[in-house]
């Protein structure tokens, strides 16, 4: 087979031939006349959906925030994927795997935003993230704006440069329950002084799951000509927006969360004119690439998660992006306003559902996070994580659209029993 043969053939060859997708295919077009937000409660077709993932009896999982894994359709596309490249050896390596790997961003860019020279696959997010904080053209005094609430080991990264090259990052705090997006805005705003040169925002802030109006916080900090870089951490495919609408600068993603691509995938969007003012974090194999290749040099790497994206993307275009976020949503809601209103009970997520989707977080007065957690795993079968940072008490709760009502009224059972001291 010539390389052209081949790689076309990598490239389309997926599962969506396969009797399991075909299977799940069916089973979407029979809903298919069902709105999403009328769907999002129809437990039959979720009930179908819930057989393509492979379930640990042990526990209610409630932590998909950290690693959504993957349904089975999924799973076995990249195992032939892993078994396909063990088969082609040196010769995939030295002959297709940049351009599948170019042709699987691309197919991202045209999926959730950007442009295929704006749109690389990393890590994770937070590579992606370090990639342009560690190689931003900073000078000394220099100045970035960051939240508290932000996830810690990118707040460290600009610590890093910060002693390296003696710019001064600003750190503000972020509402748990705002009244209005201008106020979200308005922290953001008056940090800003002639120095700032980088805001970093959490698109979805991922111990709460709080949304921040980041369109607008982007328009106001282009009008005071300061950047924006976006941690979308949790949002790709878990609710529907593009990202050249948001107006940002930067965005990063890790794809092994609500996408659910096997580990080792994250994606990097950088606005084009901004691509060659970054250093790489590595040297790519041909330098001054006029692209996005020019940041995304990683060395030799498992590339079956690369075409696994293409797996992934296939699982999500059947269920679609307004089915999963109504659903997400909807589950979210479904424990929270349950419990919200409780005495003693402290729901750290806004209750108005424009700012949140799939993840919220919940406390108990007096009850440490990490105590709750174990508590809710020894006596109630469920697993979570507890969240003690940045003014954050309790524990974060993720279901996945696997995740039944039943499910989550054992989880408010929970809540209600600890509460009121009987737990």
């Known amino acids: 087979m010539n390389k052209r043969a081949f790689l076309k053939s990598l490239v389309f060859t997926s599962f969506a031939s396969s009797a399991s997708f075909q299977a799940l295919s069916k089973t979407i077009e029979a809903y298919a006349?069902?709105?999403?937000a009328m769907l999002a409660k129809d437990e039959n077709f979720w009930a179908e959906i819930r057989t393509g993932y492979k379930l640990k009896p042990d526990y209610i999982n409630l932590e998909n925030g950290y690693y959504c894994f993957i349904p089975q359709e999924t799973l076995e596309g990249y195992i032939d994927w892993i078994r396909e490249i063990n088969y082609q050896g040196s010769w995939y390596?030295?002959?297709?795997?940049?351009?599948?790997?170019?042709?699987?961003?691309?197919?991202?860019?045209?999926?959730?935003?950007?442009t295929e020279d704006e749109v690389a696959i990393t890590r994770n997010a937070t590579?992606?993230?370090?990639?342009?904080?560690?190689g931003y053209p900073w000078e000394k005094g220099d100045e970035a704006i960051f939240a508290h609430q932000d996830y810690g080991s990118i707040k460290n990264m600009f610590e890093l440069v910060s002693?390296?090259?003696?710019?001064?990052?600003?750190?503000?705090?972020?509402?748990?329950?705002?009244?209005?997006?201008?106020?979200?805005?308005?922290?953001?705003?008056e940090a800003i002084t002639?120095?700032?040169?980088?805001?970093?925002?959490?698109?979805?802030?991922?111990i709460t799951g709080q949304i921040l109006p980041v369109k607008k916080i982007c328009d106001m900090a282009h009008s005071k000509g300061v950047e924006v870089m976006l941690d979308g951490a949790h949002c790709i495919a878990h609710f529907d927006f593009k990202i050249d609408d948001l107006g940002c600068d930067y965005y990063a993603c890790s794809l092994h969360k609500w996408l659910s691509v096997p580990l080792g995938a994250g994606l990097l969007y950088v606005k084009?004119?901004?691509?060659?003012?970054?250093?790489?974090?590595?040297?790519?194999?041909?330098l001054d690439h006029p692209n996005i290749k020019?940041?995304?040099?990683?060395?030799?790497?498992?590339?079956?998660?690369?075409?696994?994206v293409n797996n992934a993307i296939d699982y999500f275009e059947k269920i679609g992006a307004k089915r999963k976020e109504e659903r997400l949503r909807y589950l979210q809601l479904y424990w929270s306003d349950q419990v919200r209103d409780i005495p003693g009970v402290l729901l750290n997520t806004p209750a108005d559902p424009s700012r949140s989707c799939g993840i919220a977080n919940v406390g108990i007065k007096g009850l440490e996070p990490n105590d709750m957690a174990n508590i809710l795993l020894d006596k109630y079968g469920i697993y979570t994580v507890g969240i003690n940072y940045a003014g954050v008490y309790g524990c974060r709760i993720t279901p996945n659209i696997y995740t039944t009502p039943a499910e989550l009224d054992v989880f408010v059972k929970a809540i209600k029993e600890m509460a009121s001291g009987t737990s």
């Open 127 to 134: 590579e992606s993230l370090d990639i342009i904080i560690s």
């Open 194 to 206: 002639p120095n700032t040169k980088l805001i970093m925002v959490s698109h979805m802030i991922n």
């Open 93 to 114: 390596f030295r002959t297709v795997q940049w351009d599948n790997k170019d042709k699987a961003a691309a197919r991202l860019a045209a999926k959730f935003g950007g």
């Open 272 to 286: 084009k004119d901004k691509i060659n003012k970054i250093w790489p974090l590595m040297a790519p194999y041909e």
């Open 163 to 189: 002693r390296r090259y003696g710019m001064v990052n600003k750190i503000v705090d972020i509402p748990l329950h705002p009244q209005s997006d201008e106020e979200i805005v308005k922290i953001y705003e």
């Open 294 to 308: 020019n940041l995304n040099h990683t060395g030799t790497h498992p590339v079956a998660t690369d075409l696994a």
């Open 33 to 36: 006349h069902i709105p999403p």
